[in-house]
Structure formats: structure tokens, C-alpha cells
């Protein structure tokens, strides 16, 4: 009976050796969580293990609406926007899948990112092609 409850022993304290620093890394990422929760409301409050909503801590004093500012750069403005635009001025009428096959990317991203620079108006959709303003 003793070496039965030695063997026990030692696999539960072994599992929990191994366990430790998965609960470490989730407690980390439930506060990292929470901190994010309250820096622009849209996001939805952290969920804990047992799936009961944590509340998230107050961050600051939450600023009004109207002087609120995105974080982050504007869609459309980066290196990918310039380097789509420059090819539908290169070539008029480019699809969304033609451009991802000669920038080396995936489509999905273009379907974010056209959209800014036709919101910047920069080009236009027409159809299924994309195409400089004013061509």
C-alpha cells in the first residue's frame, strides 16, 4: 500500500510540476485581458477557467466620445496601401486576387486595406477591378 501511495504521490506532484507554468501564463494573459477590456469598451470582459466573466479593472478615467482617438495608423496609409496603389495605377482594372498573387500576400488583407484607400479617394471600385480616381 505504501509504494501504491508513493507512486500517486509522485505523478501528482510530476503533473503539477508540468502544469505550473501553463497557470502561470494564464493567469498573465487573464490580466493582460482585463487591461485591454477598458482601453476602447468594445472589446467583451475576459472569461476566467470556469467561464464567469473577470471584471476588468478600471484602466483611467475613460475620456468622452469626441476626444477619443484611434490608436494606431489609418487604414490604408502603409506600405502595402502604397504598394497596391502603385499597381492598379500600373494597371487599371486589377482585381483583388491579382494583386495579392504579384504582392506575395494574401487576399484577405486587401480586402481591408483597398478599402481605406478608396475612402481616401485614391481609387475606385468599378465592377470587380480596381481603378486610379478620376481614370
Not at 101 to 129: A, S
Request: charged share 35%; proline share 7%.
Amino acid at each position: 500500500m505504501t509504494d501504491f501511495l508513493e507512486t500517486k504521490r509522485k505523478e501528482i506532484n510530476d503533473r503539477l510540476k508540468e502544469l505550473k507554468p501553463l497557470v502561470e501564463e494564464h493567469r498573465r494573459l487573464e490580466a493582460a485581458a482585463s487591461a485591454l477590456a477598458g482601453v476602447d469598451g468594445s472589446a467583451p470582459a475576459a472569461t476566467t477557467l470556469e467561464g464567469i466573466a473577470a471584471s476588468p479593472k478600471p484602466t483611467s478615467i475613460s475620456k468622452p466620445a469626441a476626444k477619443r482617438r484611434r490608436r494606431g495608423r489609418r487604414k490604408g496609409v502603409g506600405k502595402r496601401a502604397a504598394q497596391a496603389l502603385a499597381l492598379i495605377v500600373a494597371e487599371p482594372g486589377i482585381t483583388i486576387p491579382e494583386l495579392a498573387k504579384k504582392m506575395g500576400i494574401q487576399t484577405n488583407y486587401l480586402y481591408r486595406v483597398l478599402p481605406g484607400l478608396e475612402k481616401d479617394g485614391k481609387v475606385e471600385k468599378k465592377g470587380r477591378g480596381w481603378y486610379p480616381k478620376g481614370a
